[in-house]
């Protein structure tokens, strides 16, 4: 209905703008009234329009629903952007839409998420190979976090950014709490996107070195160069890194294209 309305103003406009072209073009200028002055019209500078409240940003399904209360909101509806049964064990956990938000956050600085998505921990313990001392990653470290990877790639693409457009208003409540005045949420989280996308996952052994007991680093120093999240992102294997890239890239695109 705006956008019929937007038109209709602008149609209407258009025809009184046209008129009075063809009246003072088409009309000779002897015809024209000599004695009448156009008064000088003072147009009032426009009112700021007010900045909408939470509750008239939400949609329909969100109505009622505050940052502090929308746990069981947010844990409906995501539901169903994905049948993967981990999905929903991970929902059990609260403040999701700050932890959300917090991650986006960390990952665009370059920081690791785990104390916002403790969650997510692998249960089984990283592994190297150990090969006359000199060490290796362990491929089967790799398998770790299968799952993870295995929940974001069931995500539906064009589901999650509808998701993600109607949890906007709620995700920009949570940010605003941490981020500095005139930020945009949405640009972090493409920071945070182009970020874990700048990785390439290294094929073949990957050589460790230790530096504590049980405490290993790369050996190449490219790969250990990398920030905190990318390096986490290196963990999951070249085949997660290489699915999640993928979803984290069909996301960008999808953003973009309904902005």
Not at 131 to 150: C, E, I, K, V
Request: with cysteine.
């Amino acid at each position: 209905m705006a956008n019929i309305y937007k038109v209709a103003v602008g149609i209407f406009v258009a025809l009184v703008l046209t008129a009075v072209v063809v009246y003072f073009w088409a009309c000779p200028a002897k015809e024209r009234p000599e004695s009448l002055e156009t008064p000088s019209i003072m147009t009032p500078p426009p009112e700021p329009s007010p900045t909408p409240s939470l509750a008239e940003q939400l949609s329909a399904r969100l109505s009622g629903v505050t940052l502090a209360t929308s746990d069981a909101a947010v844990r409906e509806l995501v539901e169903g952007a994905s049948s993967h049964p981990q999905l929903a064990k991970w929902l059990v956990n609260e403040d999701l839409v700050r932890r959300f938000v917090a991650s986006v956050d960390n990952i665009a600085e370059g920081r690791s998420p785990r104390q916002h998505l403790d969650f997510m921990q692998p249960t089984t313990p990283f592994r190297i190979l150990d090969r006359r001392g000199t060490f290796y990653m362990n491929p089967a470290s790799y398998h770790r976090y299968d799952l993870a990877a295995q929940v974001l790639d069931s995500l539906d693409t064009a589901g999650a950014v509808a998701l993600y457009r109607e949890l906007r208003p709620l995700i920009d409540e949570a940010y605003r709490e941490i981020s500095p005045p005139g930020s945009d949420f949405e640009d972090r989280m493409l920071e945070a996107i182009d970020h874990l996308l700048a990785v390439e996952a290294p094929t073949g052994d990957i050589e460790l070195e230790e530096r504590t007991v049980a405490t290993f680093a790369y050996a190449d120093e490219h790969l250990e160069s990398l920030s905190d999240a990318q390096r986490h992102l290196l963990r999951t294997g070249p085949d997660n890194v290489r699915r999640i890239q993928e979803k984290l890239q069909e996301f960008r695109e999808a953003l973009l294209l309904t902005v």
